[in-house]
């Protein structure tokens, strides 16, 4: 309908025919069915012809409008105008005009309606008049939508302005077309500068290449978009942001998110997280310090007073020692607990994963209460259920540890009574058992209210009992710790006057079935023999009814002498008794001499059960005939051998667990070729010393370079890896080696490292060492590491060595080298007790120079005085380039050199030099060279110190 009319089609029109001549053929038909209305006049303006649509659009009837000037059609205000548009149209020589062409006209309903209207007109000359014929189009419903739309766009720029956030659209290629107050102020720019790709010109240089192109491919692709990056605005100031966008056809819609705040926090939160991190490694170090400094001189304390004790003394200076002596203990103990503490709290407790013996733990652990559970006749005793693993793998040291804390906490507030350990256990998903042990005592109890504040730390439930029994409240929150560490809990019943049940549980893979006789059911020479059972106590008859019926005895228990001698008087035949001696009408003592009024010794062997202690003051009278005495809490393995002793069996020896020294030839027993890599020559002297005591001969490496190399020459068993070497260091030729090694043809890796930083051991264990040993090392310690480690050794024709057998003896060496290890030290200790006029309170530990000297009693040739002169020659040149590492910023050398300084020292004893390499060597910024000029300081005068004892004690040799 836009195109103009043809002239021919309008032959015969006037003001009388036109209409009629247009009433006829198809352009009636088309202009009738048009929506848009379709208005023709003449040159004077009047109407022509009119169709059904311009009827509709202006709500007149084609007879109202036909003869009449068309301005009818027109609001007032705009007649005047349209009579001189069309006088200007028709003098131009223009044929049309097409729609919307002249701008927005209006249009007039017959009703008065004034609406918003486009037109395109067409002149034509027909038979020499002029007319022009006009399409208009009701474009109210279309304005009313732009209206809505622009009212919707201000609302979104008012909207978009007050934003917090920057706000930005861009066209489909990606040119920005609008940003909102917030994005000109992030990114400080102004809106006409950011349009098309001007916003490109905010972003950093260093950034601008990669968020360009980030945003190109994500156009590209119609995809969502998101960079991080900086805003360089023109005061030089930088803004990091976050701008993300997602296609809105046509184009983006994006916002840019001021992130410059949430980054420095973050920055500020790392560094406050690397300096806790370096506060708890400072920490560490000062409770490693702490842990010798104070230590030493309390065991120096505690067995000068047991010395003290041992020589003839008055009641009243024996009083004093005593008091010395229990009260050194006591901080003794506070001091270990502290330390164990701090390291819970810190995450820096290591749990060991090895196979133990569940009831050994136990037993272990009442041994160690049993001297004051014996003061205060209270009973102990321990049950294990059926379905409870003999054996378990995991820390036994720490499950120790949390009996020892629980089962002395119930001795301490129990008056009478018993204190009972009870374990079982039922399993859990992948073949693990959950653990369960509970302490219950009859003790004083806690009320309810304050059990909640148990496993507190520093927490006693009543500060009246911090008064009366003593304690710092930590070893409840220690063993909690330790069995949430090891995948448990630890929780507690109570009632006041009756006493206490203390819970935890532990979650633990079971072990090898152990070999021990005593736990087998079938016993030949046990079986069938009638046992006589008297003991007031409930738990302990219970323990030895249920132990003699496994191993098939027939037992008969009573809780009183009286009883037992009316079976007795009644005929009832047994071949052994076991009575208590503690019972209150009638002790064991006097019901033994009673029951041999009937039957001697070879008709009814007796075996008397006694607290610790309580032997000493047995009847030596070879008439009373006893066989055997038993101490409680009463073991399995103990009660065994007595009872097959006294009914004329014979007892094995590993029924009873007994401490054998370990042999001084190792080597005989485990031939090993072992290789030393250690750059420090003291170090290298001590390890090989002590290789030589054991049978070995070793051969020795400086660095990682040359233990490749050795291992290529020939075969070892083991390698006794030093952590820190220079060149390359022993956790890179670990690796090398089982890169070119399979494992099991490749040596044994012990680490050795006197580093004391977090996660050293399980970064030397990553490497793939075997095991892992703290410098200075001594003898117990490195025969444990070299016997506890599966063996790999072989022979010419690369066979294992070692059967299960050896396996077998293997891992009971290991125990044995353990327990001799406490011996060891136990002697140690009281030899340097005895000989004060050696020890000093100076820069040098002597019991580290007792022990070097004792390297060398077999050979005397002079180990100590050797290793003290490479010291003296050696610290102070170490010392000097330390100095010159400081001087010049090298972090690195200056954390190296304090390293193997600081093995020299702790070799020798030099605690306190030690310790200040190691402040050195914690160093993990060049910042912190600044503290360093003043630790050097003191290591002068400490290494004056040091070396002017050692000097002396050079002397003295």
Not at 147 to 172: C, H, K, N, Q, Y
Not at 458 to 476: A, E, H, I, M, N
Request: aromatic share 4%.
């Amino acid at each position: 309908m836009n195109e103009p009319i043809d002239p021919r089609r309008l032959p015969m029109l006037d003001a009388s025919a036109g209409a009629d001549a247009l009433e006829n053929g198809l352009l009636r038909a088309i202009l009738q069915v048009a929506e848009e209305a379709a208005v023709v006049i003449d040159a004077r303006r009047r109407s022509v012809l009119v169709n059904r649509g311009a009827e509709t659009m202006f709500g007149y009837s084609a007879d109202q409008v036909l003869g009449r000037e068309v301005e009818l059609l027109m609001p007032s205000d705009a007649r005047e105008r349209h009579a001189g548009h069309v006088r200007e149209f028709g003098a131009s020589s223009r044929a049309s005009r097409r729609m919307g062409e002249r701008g927005e006209i209006a249009g007039r309903r017959a009703n008065g309606e004034v609406f918003p209207a486009e037109a395109s007109v067409t002149q034509v000359t027909v038979a020499g008049s002029k007319y022009f014929a006009a399409i208009v189009r009701d474009v109210s419903d279309r304005k009313r939508t732009e209206a809505a739309l622009r009212t919707s766009e201000s609302r979104f720029r008012m909207l978009a302005d007050g934003a917090p956030v920057g706000i930005f659209e861009a066209g489909e290629s990606g040119d920005y077309r609008y940003v909102n107050t917030c994005w000109q102020q992030v990114a400080g720019m102004c809106a006409e500068e950011a349009l098309g790709e001007g916003w490109t010109r905010a972003i950093h240089p260093q950034d601008r290449a990669r968020v360009y192109r980030d945003w190109r491919a994500a156009v590209g692709a119609s995809g969502p978009f998101q960079a991080e990056y900086r805003c360089l605005r023109p005061d030089g100031a930088e803004a990091w942001v976050v701008a993300a966008a997602v296609p809105a056809r046509p184009g983006y819609v994006g916002t840019l998110t001021d992130v410059t705040d949430r980054r420095r926090q973050a920055a500020e939160m790392e560094a406050a997280r690397h300096e806790a991190e370096s506060a708890a490694k400072a920490k560490s170090l000062f409770l490693a310090n702490m842990s010798h400094e104070i230590r030493t001189p309390l065991n120096a304390v505690i067995g000068m007073t047991s010395l003290l004790l041992d020589t003839p003394i008055s009641e009243e200076q024996r009083e004093f020692a005593h008091t010395i002596r229990s009260s050194g203990e006591a901080l003794l103990a506070i001091i270990n607990d502290i330390l164990d503490f701090s390291k819970a709290d810190l995450g820096k407790l290591e749990l060991e994963h090895q196979v133990f013996d569940l009831r050994q733990v136990v037993e272990d652990s009442l041994d160690l209460n049993a001297a004051q559970a014996a003061e205060k006749r209270l009973n102990l005793a321990y049950v294990i259920e059926e379905g409870t693993p003999h054996t378990l793998v995991g820390d036994a040291t720490r499950l120790r540890q949390i009996l020892v804390n629980l089962v002395n906490n119930a001795v301490k507030f129990t008056h009478h009574g018993e204190v009972t350990v009870t374990v079982d256990a039922r399993p859990l998903e992948n073949g693990r058992f959950l653990v369960h042990f509970a302490v219950r005592d009859t003790g004083i109890g806690i009320a309810s209210d304050r059990l909640t504040q148990l496993f507190q730390s520093f927490t006693q439930v009543d500060p009246s009992t911090t008064r009366k029994y003593g304690g710092t409240g930590l070893g409840l929150a220690i063993s909690k710790r330790l069995a949430e560490l090891m995948h448990g809990d630890a929780w507690a019943e109570s009632e006041p006057g009756v006493g206490s049940v203390f819970h935890f549980n532990i979650v633990s893979e079971p072990g090898p079935l152990p070999d021990h006789h005593y736990l087998r059911n079938s016993q030949p020479a046990l079986a069938g023999k009638r046992v006589l059972i008297v003991d007031d106590n409930t738990t302990n008859r219970r323990i030895l009814v249920k132990q003699a019926l496994l191993w098939g005895m027939r037992p008969s228990a009573t809780p009183s002498a009286i009883e037992a001698l009316d079976l007795l008087r009644h005929g009832h035949a047994f071949d052994i008794a076991v009575l208590d001696m503690g019972m209150p009408d009638m002790s064991g003592i006097d019901l033994a001499w009673e029951i041999r009024k009937q039957a001697d010794r070879d008709a009814l062997p007796i075996v008397i059960l006694t607290s610790m202690g309580a032997r000493l003051d047995l009847p030596t009278d070879s008439e009373l005939g006893l066989s055997a005495f038993l101490g409680k809490p009463i073991k399995p393995a103990q009660l065994y051998a007595v009872l097959t002793e006294a009914l004329g069996g014979t007892r094995r020896a590993t029924d009873v667990p007994a401490i054998r020294p370990v042999t001084a030839r190792l080597a005989e027993e485990m031939p090993l070729k072992i290789l030393v890599a250690e750059d420090n020559a003291v170090n290298q002297k001590v390890l090989i010393r002590l290789l030589e005591r054991m049978g070995y001969r070793a051969d020795v490496a400086a660095n990682g370079f040359e233990v490749l190399d050795a291992l290529e020459r020939q075969r070892y068993d083991v390698v006794l890896m030093d952590v820190h070497m220079p060149e390359m260091d022993g956790v890179q030729a670990t690796q090398r080696i089982f890169q070119r090694q399979d494992r099991h043809e490749a040596p044994r890796v012990i680490g050795m490292t006197a580093s004391v930083m977090p996660g050293e051991r399980e970064r030397c264990l990553a490497a793939g060492m075997d095991a892992f040993v703290t410098k200075p090392i001594d003898n117990d310690e490195l025969t444990v590491a070299l016997i506890g480690v599966p063996a790999q050794a072989r022979d010419a024709w690369g066979e294992l060595r070692e059967g299960p057998a050896a396996t077998e003896r293997r891992v009971e060496r290991r125990q044995d080298a353990i327990d001799a290890g406490a011996d060891r030290r136990r002697q140690a200790e009281a030899t340097a007790a005895n000989e004060p006029n050696r020890r000093h309170s100076g820069a040098i530990d002597p019991e580290r120079l007792y022990y070097l000297v004792s390297l060398e009693r077999d050979t005397g040739d002079g180990l100590l005085r050797e290793l003290i002169d490479m010291f003296l020659r050696e610290a102070p040149e170490h010392l000097q380039r330390l100095h010159e590492a400081c001087v010049e910023r090298d972090l690195g050398t200056l954390r190296g050199l304090a390293h193997r300084l600081k093995s020299s020292a702790d070799n020798l004893g030099a605690r306190r030099l030690a310790s200040l390499c190691d402040m050195l060597e914690a160093l993990e910024s060049a910042e912190g060279l600044r503290a360093a000029e003043s630790v050097l300081a003191e290591m002068a005068r400490e290494l004056d110190r040091a070396g002017a004892q050692l000097r002396g004690e050079r002397d003295r040799l």
